[in-house]
C-alpha cells in the first residue's frame, strides 16, 4: 500500500507527454489552477525516437508516433531532480516498460526524491487485465499509483489494475492506424476534440464502477472539463489543447 496519499484537490494536470519533462517558462499552464504536472514517459533505459513521419494531422486530430523517446531513468534524474523538487507544483512521473523488475526498480529510484507526488503508469495498448495487474503489483510501493489505461477498454483494465492496488484510473489516448499517401501505414496515440465522447463515456463507466478516475482525451473548452468532472472524475488530464496556448477560456470552477 502507498505510504503517501493521492492528493487531487486541484483537479487539473497536463496529461504524460505534452509538456516536456518540466514545465518551462512558456508552458501553457493556467496560473493557478494547475495542481500537478505529468512528466513526459519515462524507461528504465534509453529510447530513440521513432523512425518516420512522428506527427501527422488528420481531419479528426493529430497521430504521434514518437516511440516515446527518452534518455532513460537515471539520466532524467540526474536531470530534473533537482528542478522537480523547486516546482511550485507537485510532480508525477510517467513510466513506461513491459517489464515487472524494471517498474518496481524505476518506482524505487523515485520514492526518496523531493517533491514527487505519483507515479503514472502507461500500460500498452493491447494489454490483457491479468498482465495489466502484474504491472500494477510490481509498481506498489511509497507513492500513490495512477495507472494509464486505453480508453476503449477502460472498465475491464481499469478494475484489474484497481484490484491490483492502483491508487487512480487515468484514460490514455486511443490508438489509431493512418494509411498515408505513399502506401505507408503509421500507427500512433490519437488526440483531437473527436476523442471527447469515447473518454467521457469510459470515465462515466468506471466512476459508476466506483474506480477512482482522471479524466482525459479531446478536452478542448473549460466546459468539457466541467463535463468530466461531473460524470465522476475525480480530476482531468489536458493534452493537445496545451499546445494552442491553452484553453480558450479561463477553466471556471
Known sequence: MAKYSLDLTVPYMNAAGMLGFTPDKQAALPAGR???????????????PANGERIVRFSEGVLLHTGHPNPGLSAVIRQYARRWAR???????????SDPNE???????????????A???????????EE?????????????????????????IGE???????????????????EMEQGESIAGR?????????SLQAVKELAAAGVPVIGAGGIYHPAQAVEMLNAGAAAVQLDTVLWRGGFEAEIRE
Do not use: W
Not at 484490484?163 to 486511443?174: E, L, T, V, W
Open 34 to 48: 494547475f495542481g500537478t504536472f505529468v512528466t513526459n514517459p519515462v524507461s528504465l533505459r534509453p529510447r530513440k
Open 87 to 97: 516546482l511550485e507544483l507537485p510532480v508525477i512521473v510517467h513510466l513506461i516498460g
Open 103 to 117: 517498474i518496481s526498480s524505476m518506482v524505487e529510484s523515485l520514492e526518496d526524491l523531493e517533491n514527487i507526488a
Open 119 to 129: 507515479v503514472e503508469l502507461g500500460l500498452p495498448a493491447e494489454i490483457e487485465p
Open 132 to 156: 495489466a495487474a502484474i504491472l500494477c503489483r510490481a509498481a506498489a510501493g511509497e507513492l500513490p499509483c495512477i495507472v494509464r489505461v486505453p480508453p476503449g477498454n477502460a472498465l475491464l
Open 160 to 178: 484489474a489494475a484497481r484490484q491490483a492496488g492502483a491508487d487512480a484510473i487515468s484514460i490514455g489516448p486511443a490508438r489509431l492506424t493512418l
Open 190 to 198: 490519437v488526440y483531437g476534440p473527436a476523442q471527447f465522447p469515447a
